[in-house]
């Protein structure tokens, strides 16, 4: 059994989940994915998608507060980890810490792992092994649907999806400033005049910045910013999957929620970053 704790926001917790899919499938095991409605994501799993077969959803455990890193420095630490995690009936458990380990070859080897021992605890907000066709799974409910038909309805043969990153992350607005996308899209429409472009961001500001610029040729519907309620977090799927309709994407640097829109038809992504 897999049972996966998603860290971070909705598009790095899809990417967990579309790892965790693959590698339960690769391993013929169950998988559980336990949901948190926190600060980060503040809202019911069902009330942004439909069920999927392929896991369930289950609350967090309070035993799970005390789960620790089988991958300890030190044999002590090791050794009391695993004593821990086999209270828990966890065998191994691998947190985002290790995570830095992936990259270098033979030190960690997840779907090893996953073989090796009959319940694995994975936490992390980074994704793993190849996930790519799991991300076909996630299909948002009725209510998100009928928004991302109204507004794509709009939308015509040419048009280009822009993402501005801001709020709480610093290497996105130090690196992909609004200007860049100011100058992107006056180059897009120098190539192509009927090119149209749907606008979504997380600052109200930057939007409205653009819009006074380009006018009729933005699309943009006027949505909650804000993490920590439902309307805010099914407005971020309809951004979502509005994106992953368009010919192309405009992004902001150190942003995962374009790169994931991009993933569902395999469209360009274009990251704007100050040289």
Same mark, same amino acid.
């Given at each position: 059994m897999?049972?996966?704790?998603?860290? +971070? +926001?909705?598009? @790095?917790?899809?990417?967990?989940?579309?790892?965790?899919?693959?590698?339960?499938?690769?391993?013929?095991?169950?998988?559980?994915?336990?949901?948190?409605?926190?600060?980060?994501?503040?809202?019911?799993?069902?009330?942004?998608?439909?069920?999927?077969?392929?896991?369930?959803?289950?609350?967090?455990?309070?035993?799970?507060?005390?789960?620790?890193?089988?991958?300890?420095?030190?044999?002590?630490?090791?050794?009391?980890?695993?004593?821990?995690?086999?209270?828990? @009936? *966890?065998?191994?458990?691998? &947190?985002?810490?290790?995570?830095?380990? !992936?990259?270098w070859?033979?030190?960690?080897?997840?779907?090893?792992?996953?073989?090796?021992?009959?319940?694995?605890?994975?936490? &992390?907000?980074?994704?793993?092994?190849?996930? &790519?066709?799991?991300?076909?799974?996630?299909?948002?409910?009725? =209510?998100?649907?009928?928004?991302?038909?109204?507004? %794509?309805?709009?939308?015509?043969?040419?048009? *280009?999806?822009?993402?501005?990153?801001? %709020?709480?992350?610093?290497?996105?607005? %130090?690196?992909?400033?609004?200007? !860049?996308?100011?100058?992107?899209?006056?180059?897009?429409?120098?190539?192509?005049? @009927? %090119?149209?472009?749907?606008?979504?961001?997380?600052?109200?500001?930057?939007?409205?910045?653009?819009?006074?610029?380009?006018?009729?040729?933005? *699309?943009?519907?006027?949505? =909650?910013?804000?993490? @920590?309620?439902?309307?805010?977090?099914?407005?971020?799927?309809?951004?979502?999957?509005?994106?992953?309709?368009?010919?192309?994407?405009?992004?902001?640097?150190?942003?995962?929620?374009?790169?994931?829109a991009?993933?569902?038809?395999?469209?360009?992504?274009q990251?704007?970053?100050?040289k």
């Amino acid at each position: 059994m897999i049972i996966l704790e998603p860290v +971070g +926001g909705l598009a @790095n917790r899809m990417r967990v989940i579309a790892s965790g899919i693959a590698m339960s499938k690769a391993l013929n095991t169950g998988l559980q994915v336990i949901w948190n409605e926190n600060y980060e994501l503040n809202c019911p799993f069902d009330k942004l998608f439909k069920p999927i077969s392929e896991f369930s959803i289950v609350p967090k455990a309070k035993k799970y507060r005390h789960v620790k890193s089988s991958n300890q420095i030190g044999l002590f630490n090791r050794l009391q980890a695993r004593l821990y995690n086999l209270l828990l @009936n *966890i065998d191994y458990c691998i &947190t985002g810490q290790d995570f830095p380990s !992936l990259i270098w070859p033979g030190k960690l080897d997840i779907y090893e792992e996953g073989k090796n021992h009959k319940n694995i605890y994975i936490q &992390t907000c980074h994704e793993f092994g190849n996930n &790519t066709a799991a991300f076909r799974v996630f299909k948002p409910v009725a =209510e998100i649907e009928e928004s991302i038909s109204e507004i %794509t309805k709009k939308f015509t043969k040419n048009v *280009i999806g822009i993402h501005i990153r801001r %709020t709480d992350n610093l290497p996105a607005v %130090t690196n992909s400033p609004v200007s !860049l996308f100011i100058v992107a899209i006056k180059a897009e429409l120098e190539a192509q005049s @009927n %090119t149209v472009f749907f606008l979504c961001s997380d600052d109200t500001m930057a939007k409205n910045e653009i819009i006074e610029l380009f006018g009729e040729k933005i *699309i943009a519907v006027k949505k =909650e910013v804000s993490r @920590n309620t439902v309307s805010g977090m099914q407005d971020a799927v309809v951004d979502m999957y509005c994106l992953s309709k368009t010919n192309k994407i405009l992004g902001s640097y150190y942003s995962s929620f374009p790169e994931v829109a991009a993933r569902f038809h395999n469209i360009e992504l274009q990251v704007l970053k100050v040289k």
